[in-house]
């Protein structure tokens, strides 16, 4: 049983990174914007998507291909921002209904262009495999959560220490304080929507090649980072680290004790559960502007 | 009535065959319903592909003849989405626009389920050739018949094997949908010494399975079954062979093809089981002219679906000309019921719920990629059979 | 009637105290002004008396009933309207449908009945007031015209017009001079003088512009800090040393 | 009456009198008895999103709950189709009233995530309850209305036309529910809530109680729509309820023109009939309808309807005019 539990929780952080990676971008663009981009799901697969297509055309390197699909994602998250969720500011229930015809826009041009079979992303890493105990896991694999949680450190140290960061948590906490002390709100809004755009391409490379890139790989993600979030308060960026986290991990170590099929609907009556009891969420406090 | 009807039908047909002298043929549109988009798209493929493949066929050798007249065939496609609405308004179009003599295809149970009254209303002959769900084929309609075995009549060859494997406790990791939810609660059923292990539910989109394999060596079982398709399949059986379970393998016919050994690599897949309609390598004739046929036209093995999909049709035409009529739909269910038509995946003969029984076959991955059939003993042969 | 009781009131946000144990005894019909320096916590105090938000501590009355905490639709029912600071209207409705509305009944079974029964003797009989108070501000004109195109010193007079129309008891006008120009603002004064005379009746009156409020109000209340600090005429305050270091200190 | 009123009278002569005109083309008759069954539930949301402002991303969750509650009804416990569909809608009504209190301690963008979420649980449950809802594979033999019978007359619903009358009937219902609660005080109070919530509460509106309600009376003509798509259908699928489906619900209503009377069926008409203009492929198709979605919230925010007002006032100037004298 102790080790079910142990290879449980692995399991879950690996799972629990990847929703962190989406859970990441989605606060980032929240925090700016006010807005949660439920399209946020389809950068992830156009991510994968692109990763797949640069590493199998161009380059065979699984790096230069994950970077590459960053930069185009980051590049299409920009335009979005600046083409329609911009223009949206203010209004949100427009915004997320335009978040809405960008998935399906999204999801049904890749399965126009690239059909809506599966594609096999074949990486060495995947394959190498490392021995604990009587658990095997494959580098992939664990390679997911050491690279997250890089990421994860990275963008604290980012927000924390320079001065483009700084600009950023000011802009998340008041926006007019921000405006008026001179930081360039415009331009820190689209770029954290670039950034946040370019998480989910990264969550779609590192994912794609351990299991498979195909038309809905965000669909979960997306929904599970909108969770994990929700359930670490929103806006706050350690709450989605957090956040995102604790759901991964509850999710698998609960498959020792409950039905699966019942799965989500368990993990999401949690969630409701528990904002019922905290409506700010585990980490977060009570956002303005959501009235 | 019937005879007025049949003389009025012939005299038609001979004023047509009369008339259009110069034509040597006419072509007949037959009726698809496959998922081409969403969530079955991928079978959906390997549906098609059976069709087409039948169709060249028959076109290629001239055509059908019917009342002395030859016909060539016309596939009328629609995209169902797997999605009931869509799949019901497919149907109405192919009876009432295109006024096909006969539908066939579909994948999932609840979109055939939406399909199968429609058939019934304009007395159109509805032939499945994927979708298990048994309840299907219980609804008392005449114009239903399924060539493909449901979910039942696998189970029940499957679970003939595995009572003599005696594996206990056996777990089980299903996709949430018709055919995995019905797999594991049939073979549950029909396995009663088996102990309970583990039983692992996943939906679309799902691919990581490492908390049902945690689950499975928690359980300490002896066997998984996987019921589920080619892709979740393939990641499945990867993560088990990494994650080092050591458990039989049991799995549905989408793995136990060479396109699935692509996937993977023979050394993951070795020993695993799985139960198959149609295994495309026996040394059947008719199973050697379908594969080889197959393979030169798709470039790869052949599929069940799509052997199933290409007896479909094979059965469909043949019932055309047992009926000698190319548009009555009632004549040709009623040739329907009657047939007994010999096809790639077996004897095709509807009960009378509108039922086939093909064979149900297990075959067993070799070592060096190939696979060998274990099922029915009657049929047992070795390694490169499969 | 016309009695409005506060009982140390007070209300913090996080760390900011902006209600500190305000009492306030307010009697008899009237314009009661409320003025005090920015933060001073009249803002505040017109939330927890309208409901908007529940205070942390102390009690209202009023005409004798406790209200203490009631949301603010229940206020609402009992005769106690407001307008905002930021001037809030129905944008998409017109200026008679923004009127009309405050004089609807909002009772929940009644109004699902009336679904039934479409009747529509209230409304009609609300309308020749609506277009009397609408003539009285001059947006007669503009009856027909959604709010969302008029300036927004009519939106002012449109929400005065509209508090006014839902018959209260209880005014609490949230700096209604703020953003209006001064031939507006006449018309701004007279209308609220026309309506207290016809029906007396408290109300308290948040403003800035000293001119507008001093020459309105009977009474002035001065708050500074979440405090009350002076009460009196408007003479009275005017020379209050308090109240000068208030606003300068 | 009006010249609207007769243009709607008008418009309902011609969709009644389809079974006689579009007689020789009964797949016309379908994909109308398709729009009316899509119709119903929008009609729904319409009043909830387009009416009363509360963005619902699990519509067809609530629809589902209607279809299964009637499928059991009518083949498990052998009703008629009448009491089934007023118990469906008093069963999704309910059900999601009661939901709609949980959802509304949420605001904004939580309030959307939360109602997703009640989507997907209903979804897993329609799926996974095998012993009530026949699980996955579907609730198969929900048998169409029995038929009426007047005398000797018997009037089936089998027959495709007169199945649309039952659709076409239904769908009026629902149009002419949401003309007299939008034409009403409630109707009044909830587009208060809609444009400014503090002042409608300032204004004495139990902003949360109308709320409550209205989500009821929109789920329960989720309820309804569903009722009618599964006796139409002859089966109660789950893929008929899923995530994405409740998405094509906002999809419907937001082309056709929130908080528009006619929006939801001009949604509804364009939603089934431009895949039969256009004959593309469906992911095309579905951009397409992404795009557009994106486009109206940009450019369009009252959709269709608002852009046909715009051309029929373009048409037929208004005698008063909106301009104030000088």
């Given amino acids: 049983m102790t080790q079910a539990l142990l290879e449980q929780v692995i399991n879950g952080l690996m799972m629990g990174s990847v929703y962190v990676l989406v859970a990441l971008g989605l606060v980032l663009i929240y925090g700016v914007m006010h807005v949660v981009n439920f399209a946020h799901g389809v950068l992830f697969t156009l991510g994968g998507y692109l990763g797949h297509f640069f590493f199998t055309q161009w380059w065979d390197s699984f790096w230069m291909a994950t970077l590459l699909s960053m930069l185009s994602v980051g590049l299409v998250g920009y335009a979005l921002e600046r083409g329609v969720f911009h223009p949206l500011h203010g209004n949100l229930r427009n915004q997320v209904i335009a978040s809405l015809g960008l998935i399906l826009a999204f999801e049904n041009a890749v399965i126009a262009l690239w059909g809506p079979n599966a594609l096999q992303w074949k990486v060495a890493t995947t394959e190498q495999l490392v021995s604990v105990g009587e658990l095997r896991f494959s580098v992939h694999h664990l390679g997911i959560i050491v690279l997250t949680m890089a990421m994860i450190t990275a963008l604290g140290l980012f927000l924390k220490h320079t001065r483009f960061g700084t600009a950023i948590r000011a802009t998340s906490q008041n926006q007019e304080a921000a405006l008026v002390v001179g930081i360039p709100v415009r331009r820190v809004q689209w770029s954290a929507f670039a950034l946040g755009s370019a998480l989910a391409a990264l969550g779609g490379c590192l994912v794609g090649p351990l299991f498979l890139v195909f038309p809905q790989m965000g669909d979960v993600p997306l929904v599970k980072g909108l969770a994990g979030i929700l359930l670490g308060g929103m806006g706050s960026v350690p709450g989605a680290v957090v956040g995102g986290l604790i759901l991964g991990v509850t999710e698998s170590v609960s498959t020792l004790f409950l039905p699966t099929d019942y799965r989500d609907a368990i993990a999401f009556m949690v969630m409701v559960g528990i904002l019922l009891l905290r409506p700010q969420g585990l980490w977060g406090q009570r956002v303005r502007g959501e009235d | ?386 | 009637m016309n009695h409005l009781r506060i009982q140390s009131l007070g209300k913090r946000y996080g760390g900011v105290v902006a209600l500190d144990g305000v009492s306030l005894d307010i009697e008899g019909a009237g314009i009661y002004g409320l003025i005090g320096p920015n933060g001073a916590g009249k803002t505040t105090l017109f939330d927890c008396l309208a409901g908007t938000t529940e205070p942390d501590q102390g009690r209202v009355w009023l005409n004798g009933q406790e209200v203490t905490a009631w949301p603010a639709h229940r206020m609402a029912h009992l005769g106690v309207a407001r307008t905002f600071q930021e001037c809030r209207i129905l944008p998409e409705e017109t200026c008679l449908d923004n009127v009309l509305f405050a004089a609807q009944p909002q009772g929940l079974l009644a109004n699902l009945a009336q679904i039934w029964t479409r009747r529509a003797g209230h409304r009609l009989a609300a309308l020749d007031e609506a277009m009397r108070l609408l003539h009285l501000v001059r947006l007669q004109d503009h009856a027909h015209v959604p709010a969302a195109e008029l300036s927004f010193g009519q939106r002012r007079l449109l929400e005065i017009v509209s508090t006014f129309m839902a018959q209260p008891d209880v005014l609490l006008l949230d700096e209604p001079a703020s953003g209006v120009n001064p031939s507006l603002l006449q018309v701004l004064g007279d209308f609220v003088k026309t309506m207290m005379a016809e029906r007396p009746r408290i109300m308290l009156l948040v403003e800035h512009n000293m001119a507008f409020v001093m020459d309105m109000a009977q009474d002035i209340i001065v708050m500074h800090q979440g405090q009350l600090l002076e009460r009196g005429s408007p003479a009275q305050v005017q020379a209050s040393a308090k109240v000068v270091e208030a606003y300068l200190g | 009456m009006g010249l609207k009123g007769l243009a709607c009278l008008l418009v309902l002569l011609v969709l009644a009198s389809a079974p006689w005109w579009a007689a020789q083309q009964p797949f016309l008759l379908h994909m109308l008895v398709t729009a009316c069954v899509l119709v119903v539930p929008a009609v729904g949301l319409n009043l909830m999103l387009g009416h009363g402002g509360l963005v619902s991303l699990g519509h067809m969750g609530f629809a589902g709950i209607g279809a299964y509650v009637a499928a059991v009804l009518m083949v498990d416990a052998r009703w008629s189709f009448a009491p089934s569909v007023l118990a469906a809608m008093l069963a999704a009504g309910a059900a999601g009233g009661l939901i709609s209190l949980l959802c509304f301690r949420f605001r904004g963008h939580f309030f959307m995530i939360v109602t997703l979420a009640f989507g997907l649980m209903l979804h897993a449950v329609m799926n996974n309850w095998d012993s009530v809802t026949r699980g996955a594979a579907g609730f198969a033999g929900i048998p169409r209305p029995s038929p009426l019978r007047w005398g000797d007359q018997v009037w089936s619903f089998g027959p495709l036309p007169n199945f649309y009358a039952l659709a076409l009937g239904m769908a009026v219902l629902a149009f002419a529910l949401q003309y007299l609660v939008v034409h009403s005080n409630f109707g009044r109070s909830l587009a208060a809530i809609r444009q400014d919530e503090r002042l409608a509460r300032s204004r004495g509106v139990n902003t949360l109680l109308y709320k409550t309600t209205v989500f009821a009376m929109g789920t329960a003509l989720a309820g309804m729509g569903g009722v009618l798509q599964v006796s139409f259908l002859r089966v109660a699928a789950p893929a008929s309820f899923t995530m994405l489906e409740s998405i094509n619900m906002v999809l419907i209503v937001i082309i056709g023109g929130a908080g528009s009377l006619v929006g939801p069926a001009l949604g509804a008409l364009l939603y089934v009939g431009l895949p039969e203009m256009l004959r593309l492929s469906n992911e095309w198709r579905l951009v397409i309808f992404g795009v557009m979605l994106v486009l109206i919230t940009l450019f369009a925010p009252k959709g269709l309807a608002g852009l046909c007002a715009r051309a029929w006032q373009w048409l037929i100037p208004r005698k008063t005019t909106a301009v104030a004298k000088p």
Avoid at chain 2, 33 to 41: D, E, F, I, Q, S
Avoid at chain 2, 366 to 378: H, K, V
Wanted: proline content about 5%; aromatic content about 8%.
């Fill in chain 2, 1 to 386: 009535m019937t005879s007025i009807t049949s003389l009025f039908a012939a005299s038609a047909l001979a004023l047509c065959a009369w008339l259009p002298a110069a034509h040597a043929q006419t072509k007949v549109q037959i009726g698809i319903v496959t998922a081409l988009t969403g969530p079955m798209a991928a079978p959906g493929v390997f549906q098609m592909n059976g069709f087409k493949l039948a169709a060249e066929e028959i076109n290629a050798a001239g055509g059908f003849t019917v009342g002395g007249r030859k016909y060539s065939i016309d596939l009328k496609v629609y995209d169902t989405r797997a999605n009931p609405s869509e799949g019901a308004t497919a149907m109405q179009r192919l009876a009432t626009v295109d006024k096909v003599p006969v539908v066939l295809g579909e994948l999932s149970s609840g979109v055939a389920a939406a399909i199968a009254p429609i058939a019934q209303d304009f007395a159109l002959p509805f032939i499945l050739t994927v979708p298990t769900g048994p309840n299907l084929t219980e609804q008392n309609n005449p114009f239903l018949f399924r060539v493909n075995a449901n979910n039942h009549q696998l189970n029940v060859a499957l679970a003939d094997f595995l009572t003599k494997q005696a594996w206990s406790p056996i777990s089980f990791i299903a996709w949430n949908n018709d055919a995995g939810r019905g797999g594991v609660s049939g073979i549950k059923e029909l396995l009663p010494a088996a102990k309970d292990g583990y039983v692992g539910y996943f939906n679309v989109g799902e691919v990581d399975f490492s908390s049902h394999i945690a689950n499975v060596r928690n359980s300490k079982s002896q066997a998984v079954m996987l019921f589920m398709d080619e892709e979740p399949g393939s990641l499945a059986i990867k993560q088990i062979r990494d994650a080092g379970l050591k458990v039989h393998l049991v799995g549905t016919l989408a793995m136990g093809s060479d396109r699935f050994l692509k996937r993977l690599d023979a050394q993951k897949l070795e020993g695993m089981l799985q139960y198959n309609a149609f295994p495309p390598n026996a040394d059947v004739p008719r199973i050697k002219k379908f594969s080889q046929l197959y393979k030169a036209k798709f470039g790869e093995e052949a599929h069940g679906f799509s052997a199933q999909s290409y007896d479909g049709l094979m059965v469909a035409v043949a019932a055309m000309q047992a009926a000698g009529t190319v548009s009555d739909g009632k004549a040709i269910r009623d040739a329907l019921a009657k047939i007994n038509h010999t096809g790639v995946i077996g004897t095709i003969k509807f009960d009378a719920k509108g039922q086939a029984n093909p064979q149900v076959y297990v075959t067993q991955w070799c070592a060096n990629g190939s696979r060998r059939i274990l099922y029915p003993d009657a049929a047992k042969a070795g390694c490169g059979a499969g």
